[in-house]
């Protein structure tokens, strides 16, 4: 069974461009969560999805993030206008319908730098 | 918000030493895990105990959750536990707050 598949793996944006992150979750899953690993520090919550539907946004930046995740395709974390601050690890996560308490699983994150 | 402080924030060993890390809660919570992060970034999860004790080969973990705090043991280290191991918490299924980690070095 795949893992939660995240990509582009690295990702280089300048300033003011747009980042665009996608995750697509284990088989199965309808549950995706995003985290943000800022340099030489631990995970943030930044975002819980579940298909179509936002459940708890409360660790997103108030402006230029948002997220999606369609009835289709993988969850998009996007980022606009991008500043160097934004330069992280991004990681996804995802689990089944239940929500029941369960290890989280990371994918391999997207390493964004702003130049 | 939960606090989370991890101890030691560094630890050298060499190889086949044993070793403690640390972990405390500021407050109780539901959901404890122990993630290990390679020199390629990628983050493992280790353990899912919100309380008594796990074992995983020459891994093992300990929650005292009425203390809030948590244990993890490596034993006979490789130089492929090297990396960094976070412990994280929460009262929710997925809102976890990480700790800021223990850089492990294992050296041959």
């Known amino acids: 069974n795949a893992g939660v598949m995240q990509n582009p793996r690295h990702l280089v944006r300048r300033r003011g461009q747009e980042a665009r992150l996608r995750c697509s979750p284990m088989k199965g899953h309808s549950h995706v969560y995003w985290y943000r690993q800022l340099p030489e520090e631990g995970l943030k919550f930044m975002v819980y999805?579940?298909?179509?539907?936002?459940?708890?946004e409360s660790g997103m930046p108030k402006e230029r993030f948002s997220a999606e995740f369609p009835k289709e395709g993988p969850s998009i974390l996007r980022i606009q206008q991008v500043v160097r601050g934004d330069s992280a690890a991004y990681f996804c996560?995802?689990?089944?319908?239940?929500?029941?308490?369960?290890?989280?699983?990371f994918g391999n994150g997207t390493r964004l730098t702003v130049t | 918000g939960i606090q989370v402080e991890q101890s030691p924030p560094d630890l050298i060993l060499q190889e086949g030493a044993n070793s403690t890390l640390r972990c405390n809660f500021s407050?109780?919570?539901?959901?404890l895990q122990w993630f290990h992060q390679n020199p390629w970034g990628q983050l493992i999860n280790l353990f899912y105990?919100?309380?008594g004790t796990k074992q995983n080969g020459r891994l093992s973990a300990t929650t005292v959750a009425t203390e809030r705090y948590s244990l993890l043991y490596i034993s006979s280290s490789q130089t492929t536990d090297s990396g960094v191991y976070f412990c994280a918490g929460g009262g929710s299924n997925y809102k976890l707050t990480f700790g800021k980690g223990t850089l492990l070095t294992v050296n041959p």
């Open positions: 996560a995802s689990s089944p319908p239940a929500g029941t308490f369960s290890p989280l699983h």
């Open positions: 407050d109780s919570v539901n959901n």
């Open positions: 999805l579940q298909k179509e539907n936002i459940i708890d």
């Open positions: 105990i919100p309380s």
